[in-house]
């Protein structure tokens, strides 16, 4: 009976595993799928970056293809500072929705992305006006900081 009793355990706990393992990679999997909406902090990889920023293979002359300004905050999971100023760039996306658009980018997981911008430091933020060159800017700051930058630099009418 006992061994009916701990077979029957075992089967359950692996069914059980199973089902949760498949949820936890559906539930991975889903917010790739999702369109981001204005206000969002918008996750890009490499094929984004080509399609909606620069592409890089194309051509060496920078020629932005948004339609907004935007900044592409280069950072990575176990960065302190990069994860002091996550919640900031939250709060511009929403305060500048329709302005312009803000992406974040993986170190780890897009590394040809952070060495097209020489991402040796982190938290790296690429201010990408609608002509001329993107500037960079190291480090963390706080918002005023970052709201001047988008103000005088990415919205600034010439």
């Not at 009916?4 to 089902?19: H, K, M, P, R």
């Not at 911008?117 to 918002?143: C, H, T, Y």
């Amino acid at each position: 009976m006992k061994k009916i009793l701990t077979v029957a355990i075992l089967l359950f706990a692996s069914v059980l595993t199973y089902t949760c393992t498949d949820k936890a990679q559906a539930q991975q999997k889903e917010p790739e799928k999702k369109e981001a909406k204005s206000g969002e902090v918008i996750v890009m990889n490499k094929d984004m970056f080509i399609k909606d920023v620069f592409d890089y293979g194309k051509s060496q002359d920078w020629k932005y293809k948004g339609d907004k300004p935007a900044i592409i905050d280069l950072y990575a999971d176990w960065c302190g500072p990069c994860r002091m100023t996550a919640p900031i760039m939250k709060e511009l996306a929403k305060e500048y929705a329709g302005k312009i658009v803000i992406y974040k980018v993986n170190v780890d997981k897009e590394r040809e992305l952070a060495a097209l911008f020489n991402a040796s430091s982190i938290p790296l933020f690429v201010f990408i006006p609608m002509e001329g060159e993107p500037q960079l800017f190291r480090g963390a700051a706080d918002k005023a900081t970052y709201q001047k930058a988008i103000e005088d630099f990415l919205l600034k009418k010439k």
